[in-house]
């Protein structure tokens, strides 16, 4: 079979309000976001497993409220004093050395001035390494809501979005036997779909239930 050479192209991942599909599993994240007058001191967490949209939701309630989004290598070196908006912090549980110390700031600036901070994470505050015993206090005060793990649905949805990004077209019938049958983990979504992707362009085939099929069974080990 002939074989197509295959360019590292960046994927274009849509971040629009329109494109999150919201279901039994995050209605209550979603709603909660939309809601920032309702968070205790103005603070929430946003916890959930790898690809299951945080960055999604924080890039649109930044939108909604003229908020800053940050990633932690952003607070380093940060005026924190200077600060006049509302902020999002996308991967918080990954901040270490003195990114905490500026996200202790943080903390205490949102207080001050009335703005709210959203913090995104794949895991609950208590969990989170922080060196800092004000800050993991702090952490660990602070109102928290979480993205469970898919149902079907919701998988579907994710499946279509992540082949949508690619730019590449799939039937019906491979989302739904692909939502079927594989492991219900938005990572495994990310994962799946690049190597689906990655097969369709080198094997110049479009991405049906047949070659969902054999890419999940190679996948598992089943497969050549």
Do not use: Y
Not at 80 to 101: F, H, K, M, P, Y
Not at 135 to 164: G, Q, W, Y
Not at 200 to 207: C, D, L, T
């Amino acid at each position: 079979m002939v074989r197509q050479l295959i360019l590292d192209l960046p994927v274009r991942t849509s971040l629009d309000r329109g494109d999150f599909f919201v279901s039994e599993v995050n209605h209550l994240a979603l709603s909660r976001l939309e809601m920032p007058a309702t968070w205790p001191d103005g603070k929430l967490v946003l916890v959930g497993p790898e690809g299951a949209g945080k960055t999604h939701l924080a890039h649109i309630w930044a939108e909604q409220e003229g908020a800053r989004l940050m990633q932690p290598p952003d607070l380093e070196g940060l005026d924190i004093g200077s600060l006049q908006d509302s902020v999002a912090v996308d991967d918080a549980d990954r901040i270490e050395g003195t990114a905490e110390r500026a996200l202790l700031h943080l903390h205490n600036q949102v207080a001050a001035s009335g703005h709210c901070l959203l913090l995104t994470a794949r895991r609950a505050p208590r969990h989170w390494k922080a060196g800092l015993p004000d800050l993991r206090s702090r952490m660990e005060a602070t109102d928290v809501v979480r993205i469970d793990t898919p149902d079907e649905d919701l998988l579907a949805a994710v499946l279509m979005k992540l082949f949508a990004d690619r730019q590449n077209a799939v039937t019906p019938s491979a989302i739904s036997w692909l939502a079927r049958h594989m492991e219900r983990s938005f990572a495994e979504a990310q994962r799946i779909v690049a190597a689906i992707d990655a097969r369709a362009i080198a094997e110049r085939r479009k991405v049906t239930r047949d070659l969902a099929a054999e890419v999940l069974d190679k996948h598992r080990g089943k497969g050549p």
